[in-house]
């Protein structure tokens, strides 16, 4: 695996979550760019990204809520989640990429009761 993410895990509507991913294998030098999530039945969508000149970019639906950070030293990436809701139930996806290829990771299951 080059992407690896974790911090999933059922919470209850209100809460938080944190998810972490980690860029393994230095050798290709994976830049972590960006978190999607996926519900069963639909395509994936963005959730928060990095864009090439470093801004953070947000889906409408967790502006406000949800803070994209990375370390580029550690190659890592931080979903930090707020206020959760059930809409926010997905597998959530770490993205990352070189100058040649895109990686995804298996993904974490965020699961936010009512």
């Known amino acids: 695996e080059h992407m690896v993410e974790s911090g999933g895990g059922l919470v209850q509507a209100g809460g938080s979550l944190t998810l972490d991913c980690v860029a393994s294998?230095?050798?290709?030098?994976?830049?972590?760019m960006g978190w999607y999530r996926q519900i069963p039945g639909k395509q994936r969508e963005l959730v928060a990204t990095?864009?090439?000149?470093?801004?953070?970019d947000y889906a409408d639906s967790v502006k406000g809520r949800f803070t994209i950070s990375r370390d580029d030293a550690k190659r890592t990436l931080h979903l930090q989640m707020n206020n959760l809701k059930p809409e926010d139930t997905a597998v959530y996806y770490c993205?990352?990429?070189?100058?040649?290829?895109?990686?995804w990771g298996n993904g974490t299951l965020v699961t936010v009761s009512s």
């Open positions: 993205k990352g990429a070189n100058s040649l290829w895109t990686f």
């Open positions: 294998g230095s050798i290709l030098r994976i830049n972590p």
């Open positions: 990095f864009t090439s000149d470093g801004a953070r």
